[in-house]
């Protein structure tokens, strides 16, 4: 019978807002298993696949492999990157070379992305739950000008007043002074 490893991934929570999280994921590989990680869609479910709902990660993203009974990952071309203890493994899109992974290892998918260009006639979607934007839905606005809805935003403001946009990362104090005369307001 052929050895299985068996892979555990659990979200880290720290005290930043932009902690992704999901339930805990088990897996038993085989050696010449390959756990690809990517965005959700509907298309793609089953055992050798871990999707995320989020716009930072492609759909495509990374995969999780076993080589000589040890882990290691690889970015596989994503546009937003694959970090391992805060290390960029590859340029965006560019595939990287594996990378040998440790317990206690902190992997984050997509922790720069920027936003890129839009298309005008795009519809503008909540980066959290990935839904459309709409009149008449309660929204959140953030200080760097990310649109989020409100109830998909919520769980962000549990550090009130801190708050970090969880597509920019830019942090924010949500307490900081409005009263700014005209002349001092920089128009962006």
């Given at each position: 019978?052929?050895?299985?490893?068996?892979?555990?991934?659990?979200?880290?929570?720290?005290?930043?807002?932009?902690?992704?999280?999901f339930?805990?994921?088990?897996?038993?590989?085989?050696?010449?298993?390959?756990?690809?990680?990517?965005?959700?869609?509907?298309?793609?479910?089953?055992?050798?696949?871990?999707?995320?709902?989020?716009?930072?990660?492609?759909?495509g993203?990374?995969?999780?492999?076993?080589?000589?009974?040890?882990?290691?990952?690889?970015?596989?071309?994503?546009?937003?990157?694959?970090?391992?203890?805060?290390?960029?493994?590859?340029?965006?899109?560019?595939?990287?070379?594996?990378?040998?992974?440790?317990?206690?290892?902190?992997?984050?998918?997509?922790?720069?992305?920027?936003?890129?260009?839009?298309?005008?006639?795009?519809?503008?979607?909540?980066?959290?739950?990935?839904?459309?934007?709409?009149?008449?839905?309660?929204?959140?606005?953030?200080?760097?000008?990310?649109?989020?809805?409100?109830?998909c935003?919520?769980?962000?403001?549990?550090?009130?007043?801190?708050?970090?946009?969880?597509?920019?990362?830019?942090?924010?104090?949500?307490?900081?002074?409005?009263?700014?005369?005209?002349?001092?307001?920089?128009i962006?």
């Amino acid at each position: 019978m052929e050895k299985t490893t068996h892979l555990r991934i659990v979200p880290h929570l720290d005290t930043s807002p932009n902690s992704l999280v999901f339930d805990v994921i088990e897996r038993d590989l085989h050696n010449d298993t390959v756990l690809k990680i990517g965005r959700f869609t509907d298309r793609f479910h089953n055992l050798d696949r871990i999707t995320f709902r989020s716009k930072v990660v492609s759909r495509g993203h990374a995969e999780i492999f076993i080589e000589n009974n040890q882990f290691y990952i690889r970015d596989t071309r994503s546009s937003s990157g694959t970090f391992v203890n805060r290390a960029r493994l590859s340029p965006p899109n560019q595939e990287s070379k594996p990378f040998l992974l440790h317990h206690g290892d902190v992997i984050q998918l997509g922790v720069d992305y920027q936003g890129g260009i839009e298309d005008e006639d795009e519809i503008d979607e909540c980066c959290i739950c990935l839904y459309a934007i709409a009149p008449f839905q309660a929204l959140f606005v953030a200080p760097c000008s990310h649109s989020f809805h409100f109830k998909c935003c919520y769980p962000l403001l549990q550090n009130y007043p801190g708050f970090t946009c969880p597509l920019c990362r830019s942090y924010a104090d949500l307490n900081a002074n409005v009263a700014i005369d005209t002349e001092e307001a920089i128009i962006i």
